[in-house]
């Protein structure tokens, strides 16, 4: 560095003018460690005398506060500011922006597992807002990478939780344990109108919580079903057709009357009082029902062949 003093007096004012190389790096003032310029690299660094990088703080940075406007901004400035950050005075906020005009660009999140290795991206958001969490291509609002396993968690963090899962073919819906139940309703959270409940052994009830189901119903519905059909399985054992069997024993009229006047129901069917405190099995009752149609049918055959021996006899 060459440095050529001149002490010249001009109108009582001195004139002090320092003629620096042109080639050497200026040093800038510093105070401890507070600015440093390394004429080395160029680096610059506020607060340590050592930057690792073009510029490297070892502290806060603030931005000046002017109420109603943009603070300021860090960004690429092209092409028409890529990509950057702004802070916003009104609202107190940050915006992270991407200049996506031509569809191209993205907001991505990513992490790195040892220090100087490879950054792995985690979560992406491309020009139409969609955000991709795994995958760099999400085709809807939210997109989860396609691999199957536990997706979201809205409550507890290992193991067991409540959430969402994915498996081959299979979309999961869980609670953490047996004991837990999933609900379905609306309102809020600590104002809610409960409309149908999964137990968490599968039971379902429909208007019912099923805090008493003393004969375990798999389906339970506290109203009315509508339906076109119902379809419920039977096994051959079951249904009435063993009536006609040669081996099936059938009460004389006579006791059947005797029954109805003691008992007030018909035999093998329940009565009033039963149906009032456990329900009918549709399926069950619909066998009994037929099989006292087919009883009643075997009455009419044995009283109209009665009828002809007697028409016989009287002619």
Not at 96 to 116: C, E, K, L, P, Q
Not at 147 to 170: C, E, N, P, R, T
Not at 237 to 257: G, I, P, Q, R
């Amino acid at each position: 560095m060459k440095m050529k003093l001149v002490n010249r007096n001009y109108f009582g004012v001195v004139l002090i003018a320092f003629v620096v190389n042109s080639t050497a790096f200026a040093q800038w003032l510093t105070t401890g460690t507070n600015t440093y310029n390394n004429p080395l690299t160029n680096f610059v660094g506020i607060g340590t005398s050592t930057p690792n990088d073009k510029l490297e703080v070892n502290g806060n940075i603030r931005l000046g506060w002017n109420v109603g406007s943009t603070i300021g901004w860090i960004y690429t400035p092209s092409p028409n500011y890529a990509a950057g950050l702004k802070f916003l005075s009104s609202g107190r906020g940050l915006d992270i922006f991407s200049n996506m005009n031509d569809g191209a660009g993205y907001i991505s999140f990513t992490t790195v597992s040892t220090y100087g290795g490879s950054p792995t991206e985690r979560i992406r958001i491309i020009s139409n807002g969609n955000v991709g969490i795994g995958t760099t291509t999400p085709g809807f609002p939210l997109n989860f990478a396609s691999i199957v396993g536990d997706k979201i968690s809205l409550y507890g963090s290992v193991g067991a939780h409540y959430g969402f899962g994915v498996k081959s073919g299979l979309l999961q819906i869980h609670t953490d344990g047996s004991a837990s139940d999933i609900v379905f309703g609306y309102g809020s959270s600590t104002s809610f109108t409960e409309g149908m409940r999964i137990k968490g052994n599968g039971n379902v009830g429909i208007g019912t919580a099923l805090t008493n189901n003393p004969n375990n119903y798999k389906l339970a519905v506290n109203g009315t079903i509508g339906a076109k059909g119902v379809n419920i399985e039977i096994t051959s054992t079951t249904w009435a057709d063993y009536v006609f069997e040669k081996k099936y024993k059938m009460m004389s009229l006579e006791e059947v009357e005797q029954f109805i006047f003691k008992n007030k129901h018909l035999p093998n069917i329940p009565s009033a009082c039963d149906v009032e405190k456990q329900g009918i099995d549709v399926g069950l009752i619909e066998a009994k029902l037929l099989e006292k149609i087919e009883e009643l049918t075997l009455y009419i055959i044995g009283q109209e062949k009665r009828i002809k021996e007697l028409e016989a006899k009287s002619k």
